[in-house]
């Protein structure tokens, strides 16, 4: 029996999503998220294919191994009489040939978000938000869940090295979202996180993000209020103690229990080098990350697991032998005077928090950050004082730049001469090679053309 579903906001057929088998078709298959949702539909049963204007690895190889057919460019002719749904994901917009003929020719459609929603409607839906750290805290928060024995079901923005994948189904009953307030299709111009019907909703940190969609702070935390009223009554609401714009929003209301993080909460960590110490008892693990923006990270996933029973003391056990997300901070390259390190970091809060994480280790030589301006809020020129000040503990910044700034990126030289402008990372390579010593850190929401694995691979085969 095949799943015959009206058009979003026409009476979708929740019922029918049960039913097997479906043929669905994902549009923008090869991000992050949509890839992820369609590895979680394949593993429920359906047929699924998809198209993208870029089909590449890893997401391509992984889609493919999941049985899943993949289309380069967005050619309408896919669209068959036996398909029965198509999935919209956010990179699609009106004048798009793909969009243009499903609205033409009235074939049921719906947004990943929404359908992900659907997925999930029988779960218990624990969702981490923030403009900061939500991929490594959903990390950490599904392999507390999974050591504690509750085979979670995920959906992530980024590989978590233990499970080695960025989604999976799990048992069935628990399941862990990294909750992204970006814009959720052309046509629900909501984020995305009010589809996923949390029962424990996190916020770990709450700033300015998204130029391209967001006007401004307030308007985002409207959207984060929009979430907090999805959240039951008996579900939980866990926040960081002390951040402002999360209190403009829980003043906004809260019919939820609250549960506190950070300084001044019961749930307390700090970071002393590779150990990891829970305030509120002393105890400590070790683990392989640096940094207090990490253990904030586990406050939360710690504070978000205990509403499903998990002792604290647990988590930080779990924690112990959490192996980190890909390029969340992962070490590239290390022959005992040069660390490489590769992170997805690209807001200033972030890049600060990154690098005075790497100022923290005691190594001989400078410390040196590439950093690529490339998502929209970094390219728009809004937050140039505070990238200034973001990178004061970096010896010396290499700023990748678009070619089309429409504002001087003079502004990013320091005085000292330790700065430079480049809009060809990839001429980069042979100087980059040249470092011998201290720590170079490459930092960026997308993959600088490669230039951190050549810079590494020439380093290798000196």
């Known amino acids: 029996m095949h799943l015959r579903c009206h058009r979003y906001g026409a009476g979708y057929n929740e019922e029918a ?13 090869c991000g992050t998220f949509m890839g992820g949702l369609a590895q979680l539909c394949r593993a429920n049963g359906w047929e ?76 218990k839906v624990l969702a981490v938000a923030g403009t900061h750290g939500k991929t490594t805290t959903s990390s950490m928060l599904a392999w507390i869940l999974e050591v504690s024995g509750l085979n979670p079901g995920f959906l992530i923005g980024g590989v978590p090295e233990n499970f080695g994948v960025s989604a999976r189904l799990g048992g069935g009953s628990v399941f862990v979202v990294e909750a992204d307030e970006y814009d959720t299709a052309f046509f629900d111009k909501r984020s995305k996180f009010v589809h996923y019907h949390p029962d424990v909703f996190g916020i770990n940190n709450l700033e300015f993000d998204h130029e391209d969609i967001f006007p401004d702070l307030a308007s985002i935390e409207t959207q984060f209020h929009h ?12 926040v960081r103690k002390g951040v402002a714009a999360i209190d403009r929003v829980l003043s906004r209301g809260l019919w939820s229990q609250q549960i506190d993080v950070g300084i001044g909460a019961s749930i307390s960590f700090r970071a002393n080098g590779t150990d990891l110490i829970n305030l509120a008892t002393g105890t400590s693990v070790s683990w392989g990350l640096l940094g207090t923006h990490n ?25 112990g032998c959490f192996a980190g997300v890909a390029r969340r901070l992962s070490q590239l390259y290390n022959d005992g005077d040069l660390v490489i390190w590769d992170d997805f970091a690209h807001h200033p809060t972030a890049i ?25 809020t970094m390219k728009g020129g809004r937050h140039i004082a505070a990238l200034m000040q973001a990178v004061n503990q970096a010896d010396q910044v290499i700023w990748v730049i678009p070619r089309n700034l429409d504002w001087d990126a003079g502004q990013l030289l320091r005085r000292d001469g330790s700065t430079e402008i480049n809009v060809e990372p990839l001429s980069l390579v042979e100087s980059l090679a040249k470092i011998c010593q201290g720590q170079l850190v490459f930092m960026s929401n997308g993959g600088f053309s490669g230039l951190q694995n050549r810079v590494v691979e020439r380093l290798r085969s000196h």
């Open 352 to 376: 600060a928090s990154t690098l005075q994480a790497l100022r923290a280790e005691i190594l001989e030589g400078p410390l040196i950050a590439v950093i690529e301006l490339r998502s929209n």
């Open 48 to 123: 699924v294919n998809g198209s993208d204007e870029a089909v590449y690895p890893p997401m391509s190889d992984q889609l493919r191994k999941a049985g899943i057919n993949l289309n380069q460019g967005y050619d309408p002719e896919v669209f068959d009489e036996s398909l029965d749904l198509v999935v919209i994901g956010n990179v699609m917009s009106r004048g798009n040939p793909s969009v243009e003929t499903l609205l033409n020719r009235k074939i049921p459609f719906i947004s990943g978000p929404e359908l992900l929603g659907r997925l999930t409607a029988n779960m």
């Open 295 to 319: 253990a904030a990270n586990a406050e939360l996933a710690a504070g978000m697991a205990q509403t499903l029973g998990v002792p604290i003391e647990a988590s930080l056990s779990a924690l």
């Open 17 to 29: 999503t049960r039913e097997l088998p479906v043929r669905i078709h994902i549009l923008g298959i």
């Open 227 to 238: 979430a907090i009223r999805r959240v039951p009554s008996e579900g939980f609401v866990a």
